[in-house]
């Protein structure tokens, strides 16, 4: 095996310069103890998950055990995925729920074909631009919290489109399970539980902002959030999927549901009408892969995503061999930092709607990647990385989880509400908060992802799959915001390149470049933050950090995990059919098969 991660093998040894600083009675944990031993593989990992007939990897085990539950219960990889969905959404709400959108890339084996879903929704029809500048009075950004973020929620439409055309199961069979937990209670995980403390504190500093009160009936009733181990309720949740499930997704678009929303959202101020909720409905989109280099590819889902984003560093790093160099050395991680600015500045630029701005596909040739690797310093960052000039062709928080079923039905699914748990707005006794996804609308007029009627935010979801000699051969996904496209790179080049298993690629080290231009910033700038700075995790060795700082990064050292995402994934044989999966230590997570 080639080197790993030259200060991941020292995960547990390595300390941020923020607590290295310990009293003398009381040593710090990391100073007491280390890792311990493995017979196999590095001794900071710990074994991926190996089976034969099904597979999930989620977030919450619970979830997983649902998801588990309905694969042995004849359900295929869609209707456990559906399934292990609407757990989540009651299990991890910090991340995830039917107020807010989903993606997903599902590879079909009876076609042999990869399937793209874009649950996404848009904003309202009535409302201009210009209108809406008059209820921000001034302000030059949407607002994460109250009625003028939110979207259309598209989690709920996704779901029946994705059953309708690959489900096996009723999707009332499908709901079952999460109805019956948000009935009955469930103990709230220990991350999670980190995650509602810190969303009551944030959305109770603001709340005279917007109407917190049905949220904090639903989630912090007590005064505060439930703690780990804390049996948690939601009985206008069940009622909510107990309806859906009943009704079908009209319920939530065309039926009761739907005017309890409208009439609510219209009473915070929003510019909803019925008719917007009615005329929303999923698009099947085609993914797109790169190849980087053995064979391997990366596939992501089109524009108004930033799967993209992905693609174009994977087209810059296969200009280079990065295994020349040490995983953890300060040479691979420039070029890996360099390649993923180099792609964040052209999302600022380009990515959008496609409806309202088409994609530039010459963003992902390997002649635009060659060149756009060409303006790599190899000895220090660059300053400001503008967005190239391809030929146009015309004009967090969140969860990830994957499920692979006997057959080979693959599914990679990612959902979210957006920032927080939410806007914070919940529509009386639904249940669920909405989403802010719209807090990614640019305001000026001049740019491809600006507000506009009827139109889907800029968004930072991602599935990926990736194949290898052209076969299905993975699901990957990491949560977080922008630090997923350039998460999942980290993970390829981990798994590529230095021949690290599923469960090290995502338990090592990793980084969050953060800043640079933005695509809620104004079209030609100036950007608030061209340079912006590198996060890494403790086990990224100090000389590195030293020398990326040397070389004109801002670097800083974070150990609590919280900003690096979440990382799931399962690999199948395409010989075998035997199935490897990984989750990790920065979650809740369990990956598990039968």
């Known amino acids: 095996m080639k080197a790993l991660l030259a200060g991941a093998a020292a995960l547990a040894l390595t300390v941020s310069p923020a607590t290295a600083q310990v009293s003398a009675d009381k040593p710090s944990v990391e100073q007491q103890i280390g890792a311990g031993g493995r017979p196999v593989g590095a001794n900071w990992s710990r074994s991926p998950v190996i089976a034969q007939h099904g597979m999930a990897a989620t977030a919450h085990p619970l979830a997983t055990q649902v998801a588990l539950d309905v694969l042995k219960d004849g359900g295929n990889a869609v209707d456990a995925a559906i399934a292990a969905n609407a757990a989540l959404g009651l299990m991890e709400p910090t991340g995830n729920g039917i107020g807010g959108d989903l993606f997903a890339i599902i590879y079909d084996p009876k076609s042999g074909k990869l399937y793209g879903i874009n649950g996404s929704g848009r904003s309202p029809k009535g409302q201009t631009l210009d209108q809406l500048k008059q209820k921000l009075n001034g302000a030059d950004a949407l607002p994460p919290y109250g009625a003028l973020p939110i979207t259309i929620p598209g989690t709920v439409d996704a779901w029946f489109a994705m059953h309708e055309r690959f489900g096996k199961r009723p999707m009332a069979d499908n709901l079952a399970p999460a109805i019956r937990y948000a009935r009955e209670g469930h103990p709230i995980a220990p991350v999670i539980g980190m995650y509602l403390d810190r969303a009551f504190k944030a959305y109770s500093a603001r709340e005279d902002e917007f109407d917190f ?20 309720r939601n ?37 909803f009408t019925r008719e917007d909720f009615a005329s929303h409905h999923s698009e099947w989109v085609d993914p797109a892969c790169a190849e980087y280099k053995d ?8 524009p108004n995503s ?26 691979a991680m420039h070029y890996l930092v360099e390649a993923k600015r180099l792609a964040y500045a052209d999302v600022a630029r380009f990515y959008a709607d496609p409806d309202f701005s088409p994609f530039p596909q010459a963003l992902l040739s390997d002649e635009y990647g060659a060149e756009r690797f060409g303006l790599i310093d190899p000895a220090r960052a660059t300053p400001e990385f503008g967005p190239g000039e391809p030929k146009l062709e015309g004009a967090g928080d969140t969860t990830y989880m994957t499920v692979v079923d006997g057959d080979g039905m ?3 699914l990612i959902q979210s509400n957006y920032r927080g748990m939410g806007g914070g707005l919940v529509a009386p006794g639904t249940g669920f908060m909405f989403q802010d996804r719209g807090e990614l609308f640019s305001l000026d007029p001049a740019h491809p992802n600006a507000y506009e009627p009827g139109k889907r935010p800029f968004q930072t979801i991602i599935p990926a799959f990736v194949k290898k000699d052209g076969q299905p051969y993975m699901t990957l996904g990491l949560m977080g915001g922008g630090m997923q496209p350039q998460g999942h790179v980290q993970v390829l080049v981990n798994i590529v390149d230095y021949g690290m298993n599923l469960q090290e690629a995502g338990d090592a080290a990793r980084f969050n470049h953060d800043g640079g231009p933005q695509p809620t910033e104004a079209l030609n700038g100036p950007f608030a933050d061209p340079l912006g700075t590198l996060f890494v995790e403790p086990g990224i060795p100090a000389e590195t950090v030293e020398r990326l700082q040397a070389m004109g990064h801002k670097v800083e050292v974070i150990d609590n995990g919280i900003m690096f995402g979440g990382y799931q994934a399962i690999a199948r044989d395409p010989e075998t059919g035997v199935l490897t999966g990984a989750t990790e230590m920065r979650k809740d997570g369990q990956a598990s098969g039968y």
Do not use: H
């Open 213 to 232: 009160s049905n949220a904090r009936k639903v989630w912090f009733a007590d005064g505060g959030a439930p703690e780990a181990g804390e049996i948690f």
């Open 235 to 271: 009985p206008d949740l069940a009622n909510t999927l107990e309806t859906i499930a009943r009704e079908g997704r009209d319920a939530y678009y065309d039926g009761v549901l739907t005017g309890v929303m409208v009439d609510y959202l219209q009473a915070q101020g929003s510019a």
């Open 295 to 302: 064979g391997y590819e990366l596939c992501e889902l089109p």
């Open 306 to 331: 930033q799967g993209f984003a992905a693609l174009q560093m994977v087209n810059i790093l296969k200009n280079i061999d990065l295994s020349q160099w040490e995983r953890g050395s300060p040479e």
């Open 410 to 412: 693959m599914v990679s």
